[in-house]
């Protein structure tokens, strides 16, 4: 398990420790998050506190002026832009962003760039950006590893090695998880196997077409966790199904161990987790001394329509909460009606632990209709309650208030269809928000 390579150097273990409940001073600094804008085609950077834009950490539209390929890309291919921003983190002072090159005839891509030591401490001002481009050493690998639309990334486990989720065409095809050395010259590991798996959750079996989206490492059992759900093309979603996996990886590329929650028979509030993508490990709340896993479950009905009773079993977006136990032991509604929404549904993608022990979460919504693909996107920042139980006191009706620190794109904000984010304290593998002390 990772701890200290992604955000504090040579610092000794000592110094750093992750957010526990406690009010530590590390962890109420104001820090730095970076969000992937899969619509807007960009990364940008903000204050985490008041959500204040710092800058383009990629420019939208400029050209890289690549002569080698992507860390993990199909070879000879100088792409010129960013075009489908998905999964991101920060190790060893790189970060690392994977692309899924919409509008292009090329899988997606795995990219690096240089980002200020700066960036743990809350400190990167605007005339930092862009970051600068990493470009590797040509790699022997060939065209056909390249992921063909990758989701979540992280990068932990023995090695340690970098984890792509890879989604797979809409059509029906294979998924998998793409197995990378995140050091040059990033040698192609293998897949993950899924030897085992019980064919209903096999997503490398292209008649179920069931894609992998999001990862995250278990910060007690090593183990890596992945979402999956029903991916037969646009027209044939299965709305109610999903699971997360997990996966042994303590050799690489890694093997399949075991199902650790499903809808599939389920009786508690894993009956929600529709789709899930989204997943990163929290702090310990009230009765639960153990630190929490969470999960985006989506609405199970017409995926751009909000259910008027926001109160309807499965009818609106949601996020789990799971015990590494694999217990679902409650829930909290993101789909509030708020100008974000413009009375459509509120998507949530892929939440994250930052400064005070917040939840943050990006949202995005589709307006003017699905056909349109035009998104408004903003960024919303949850106190998650240090209660006991949270249906029975905090969380009322489950739901919870919240701050929209980046205002909603239709109102004039930066965020087009912001997915994922990280902050420069965040760990590669588990996603937990560190702290120095």
């Keep these: 398990m990772l701890i200290l390579a992604s955000v504090t150097g040579a610092m000794a273990a000592n110094d750093v420790t992750y957010y526990d409940g406690s009010a530590l001073t590390g962890c109420n600094s104001e820090g730095i998050y970076l969000v992937s804008d899969y619509d807007g085609n960009q990364v940008q950077a903000f204050k985490a506190q008041s959500g204040d834009l710092i800058g383009s950490v990629l420019p939208s539209n400029g050209s890289y002026n690549l002569t080698n390929p992507d860390i993990f890309g199909p070879l000879g291919v100088s792409n010129t832009a960013v075009s489908g921003p998905n999964g991101i983190v920060i190790y060893n002072e790189v970060l690392y962003l ?66 792509v989720a890879d989604a797979g065409p809409a059509g029906g095809f294979a998924g998998q998880v793409i197995v990378i050395s995140p050091t040059p010259p990033y040698t192609f590991i293998g897949t993950v196997s899924t030897a085992g798996i019980p064919a209903a959750y096999d997503f490398s079996n292209a008649l ?23 991916f037969r093309g646009f027209s044939d979603f299965d709305n109610n199904f999903g699971a997360i996996l997990r996966f042994d990886i303590s050799i690489l ?91 459509l549904r509120t998507q949530t993608v892929a939440p994250i632990f930052g400064p005070k022990g917040d939840l943050y979460i990006p949202v995005s919504s589709i307006v003017n209709g699905p056909a349109a693909n035009n998104f408004t996107g903003g960024y919303r920042k949850y106190t998650v309650p240090n209660a006991n139980l949270f249906k029975q006191t905090a969380i009322n009706n489950h739901t919870l208030d919240f701050e929209t620190i980046v205002r909603p794109n239709l109102v004039g904000g930066p965020l087009a269809a912001p997915f994922y984010s990280t902050f420069g304290r965040s760990d590669p593998g588990t996603l937990e928000y560190l702290c120095l002390v």
């Design 253 to 343: 590329p890694g093997t399949f161990k075991d199902i650790f929650a499903t809808t599939m028979g389920a009786t508690d509030c894993s009956q929600f987790l529709h789709r899930p993508e989204g997943i990163t490990w929290g702090p310990a709340k009230g009765l639960y001394k153990e630190k929490l896993l969470y999960v985006t479950g989506y609405t199970d009905v017409e995926q751009n329509t909000p259910s008027v009773n926001k109160e309807a079993l499965g009818a609106n977006d949601k996020i789990l909460m799971y015990t590494p136990a694999g217990k679902c032991v409650d829930y909290f509604i993101t789909e509030q009606a708020d100008v974000l929404a413009q009375g």
């Design 208 to 230: 179920l077409g069931i894609g992998p989206q999001g990862l995250v490492i278990g910060p007690e059992d090593g183990l890596l966790y992945v979402t999956i759900k029903s």
């Design 98 to 163: 994977v692309n899924q090159n919409i509008g292009t005839n090329y899988n997606g891509s795995v990219m690096a760039f240089a980002v200020p030591d700066g960036i743990k401490f809350g400190k990167v001002e605007a005339s930092q950006l862009p970051f600068q481009r990493l470009f590797p050493d040509p790699i022997d690998v060939f065209a056909k590893y390249s992921p063909y639309a990758p989701r979540g990334l992280v990068i932990g486990g023995t090695g340690p090695a970098l984890f």
